[in-house]
């Protein structure tokens, strides 16, 4: 499943992450990836563990955790640590794979999910699209400010090089209670449906007692606790 969510942040929300960004501490991108993901990173990645940056974390992980569009896709039982990217001209991230496995200790999870927020309008730079290979074709995203791109963690993705500007994204990777993406899909579908249904009918028809009823009997049987 891949999805394109276009309101995760407001403009003024992203004028004042951008100008948060400028105050707080960056370092070399390759210093944060595996061994082989670092040899084709090439961008610069946040300090965000104290002062603005912890807060400018806890922002962007509010918004993200909130949104009812993440929780009915994703289904999430954890959230990673977010990462906030800055690409400049010549900077780029070749084709890799995430890691299936992130963090360490108590903080240690599974990603079945990843996501990249963009927090640069499309215009303000040239190149940094985000490339998902998925059976039968490459997807090509630089969509709006304030987007965020949810895609499988198992699929193969690049960032095309940029040539002109600065392309700011934040990434991060999602622990689903539901391990299987055709079960997660299915859900997904019914919890669209009962939500279209309730303008149509009342909260305790028949039918949405009944699609309700059906929606909580998959999520006991599939759930991972």
């Known amino acids: 499943m891949l999805i394109t969510i276009t309101d995760i942040f407001t403009q003024q929300q992203i004028t004042d992450i951008q100008a948060k960004t400028k105050t707080i501490d960056w370092k070399s991108g390759e210093k944060t990836a595996g061994s082989r993901a670092a040899r084709v990173k090439r961008n610069e990645q946040a300090e965000l563990q104290s002062g603005t940056g912890r807060a400018l974390h806890a922002q962007l992980l509010q918004a993200i955790r909130s949104h009812p569009i993440i929780s009915a896709a994703a289904r999430p039982q954890r959230f990673s640590r977010l990462m906030l990217s800055r690409t400049g001209p010549g900077g780029g991230y070749g084709a890799h794979v995430d890691n299936a496995i992130m963090g360490q200790g108590t903080s240690?999870?599974?990603a079945d999910l990843s996501l990249t927020c963009f927090l640069s309008?499309?215009?303000d730079y040239d190149?940094?699209?985000l490339e998902i290979d998925l059976p039968g074709m490459v997807h090509s995203l630089k969509p709006p400010a304030g987007s965020l791109v949810l895609y499988p963690t198992s699929a193969i993705h690049r960032v095309a090089p940029v040539t002109?500007?600065?392309r700011l994204a934040c990434v991060g990777w999602i622990q689903s209670l539901i391990p299987?993406?055709?079960?997660r899909a299915l859900l997904f579908d019914l919890t669209n449906l009962s939500v279209a249904l309730r303008n149509q009918l009342s909260a305790d028809s028949p039918e949405i007692l009944t699609l309700d009823k059906s929606i909580s009997n998959l999520l006991?049987?599939?759930?991972?606790?």
């Open 220 to 225: 006991r049987m599939w759930a991972a606790l």
């Open 127 to 129: 190149g940094g699209e």
């Open 180 to 183: 299987d993406a055709a079960q």
């Open 164 to 166: 002109r500007g600065s």
């Open 121 to 123: 309008a499309p215009e």
């Open 108 to 110: 240690r999870m599974r």
